[in-house]
């Protein structure tokens, strides 16, 4: 009897683990790529909702005409998996560093997608994610997509990951619980095909990487019930438009263009700052040459300015950096605000005019003339004021004379006059025809400023 009730015992647990574990990979025996046919398995049959399903090498399968089931999903060395019907998993489909999952049509549901090879959203037939995740660590495509819908669904793009949208359409929440989270780089380019280019985003957003709009190319953000936040070190991006009807929550940086390109980056309807701060490359005092934003509407601007200088501005120059249509508006940047650029630092006022921002540089001077009495290199002249003839003294251990040179600057920070190979004996310092006033000359050698000091020319 114990025998009895023992293997009885063994042949339930062997019931049951099939039941709950059932191996599927794929053999490409049966001569073609349908997941439904059962020659194509090494198991002889179709995938339920407790195979773990592995699929390696360069195949392609295609879920079409009936709906499909798994519990995991794992694409290896080259495989493709395509959708172009339902597919519920249990557990995770992983695409692995040179897999591939397309998802052309069709409902994908189950505990998600975790990607690290490349994820494919495209065809013009409506798809859509429910009640499931997608965690992108590499490539996200969105190609000639039309309509996604999203219920229930959580898209989060890791610090690696690219989510590339080229095509029109949208990501579309059908209830108020789907998000996309960003951390990565999330960006609207061309389609290749159509000189403008629109892409909603009508979801909540959260942002800590970078979103980015290229030329010609619209984000549509028009989820009136959900919030897009830009957090403090979120990067909103591009020489695109930016559509905003959502509530736009910014903390982080607005910077037109790209890091060090200068761009012109166009907002309609709601752009606040919230304390973010907008970033300025100026390599020019034309149109065209400073980066700018065009707001279609009235914004509201609690923040402050970051300029990143690529030339050298004159005192007067001005740049408008922000332009608005609708009054209304609030502006509430620093009155001044610094650069600095090849040792000197630029101060820039800040106007806050009817419609537009304009920055007036209004000073110049040598950076940290302040702490002149802590430079490690000895480095003054005198007598001080000068006259007519003054003598530098510097430490001459520093000093290599081939290479050694005393640039002097005027209170403007123009450069007046430059002496290369300066060495002991040849220190003399002739006022010749500067006019009186504050100078400041550098010690240079071999490109490096070794210290700094006031020149008063009575």
């Not at 519990?71 to 395509?82: G, K, P, Q, R, S």
């Not at 300015?305 to 690529?310: A, F, H, K, Q």
Request: proline share 2%; charged share 15%; hydrophobic share 35%.
């Amino acid at each position: 009897m114990k025998n009895f009730h023992l293997l009885a015992a063994l042949c339930c647990t062997f019931i049951l683990s099939n039941t709950f574990a059932q191996s599927h990979n794929w053999t490409g025996n049966g001569g073609d790529s349908d997941w439904f046919n059962t020659a194509n398995w090494d198991s002889g049959t179709v995938p339920i909702e407790t195979s773990t399903v592995s699929i390696v090498g360069n195949v392609m399968v295609l879920i079409s005409g009936s709906s499909a089931e798994a519990y995991t999903i794992d694409l290896h060395n080259n495989a493709t998996l395509e959708m172009q019907s339902n597919l519920e998993t249990q557990s995770i489909i992983t695409v692995h560093d040179s897999g591939t999952f397309i998802f052309t049509t069709g409902v994908l549901s189950g505990s998600g997608v975790h990607n690290f090879g490349l994820l494919k959203v495209e065809g013009i037939n409506t798809r859509t994610f429910s009640n499931t995740s997608v965690t992108n660590h590499a490539d996200f495509l969105v190609t000639n997509s039309n309509q996604t819908q999203l219920f229930n669904t959580t898209i989060n793009n890791m610090t690696t990951g690219l989510i590339d949208i080229s095509s029109v359409g949208g990501f579309l929440q059908q209830n108020q619980s789907s998000v996309i989270n960003n951390d990565g780089l999330l960006r609207k380019s061309p389609d290749g095909l159509n000189p403008f280019g629109t892409f909603y985003l009508i979801t909540e957003i959260n942002n800590q990487g970078t979103i980015e709009v290229q030329e010609d190319q619209t984000f549509l953000l028009l989820a009136g019930s959900s919030t897009f936040t830009n957090f403090e070190n979120g990067r909103v991006t591009g020489n695109g438009v930016y559509d905003i009807t959502t509530n736009f929550v910014n903390h982080g940086l607005v910077l037109p263009g790209g890091d060090e390109t200068v761009g012109s980056l166009d907002v309609t309807n709601n752009f606040s700052l919230n304390g973010g701060i907008v970033s300025i490359d100026m390599a020019g005092t034309a149109n065209g040459e400073f980066d700018s934003i065009v707001v279609v509407g009235g914004p509201q601007m609690e923040g402050a300015l970051d300029i990143n200088l690529l030339f050298e501005p004159q005192v007067g120059d001005e740049f408008e950096v922000i332009t608005w249509n609708l009054s209304g508006s609030n502006c509430n940047f620093p009155q001044f605000t610094t650069a600095i650029r090849d040792g000197f630092e630029y101060t820039f006022e800040t106007f806050c005019n009817a419609n537009d921002v304009t920055l007036r540089m209004v000073g110049v001077s040598v950076l940290g003339f302040e702490d002149l009495g802590k430079e490690e290199v000895q480095f003054y002249v005198y007598p001080n004021p000068v006259s007519e003839t003054g003598h530098f003294v510097f430490s001459s251990e520093f000093i290599a004379s081939e290479t050694s040179k005393v640039v002097l600057y005027n209170a403007l920070g123009q450069q007046v006059s430059a002496r290369q190979g300066i060495s002991p004996g040849s220190d003399t310092f002739e006022r010749g025809n500067l006019p009186g006033g504050l100078y400041f000359a550098q010690l240079e050698d071999e490109g490096r400023v070794l210290a700094t000091t006031r020149i008063v020319i009575d």
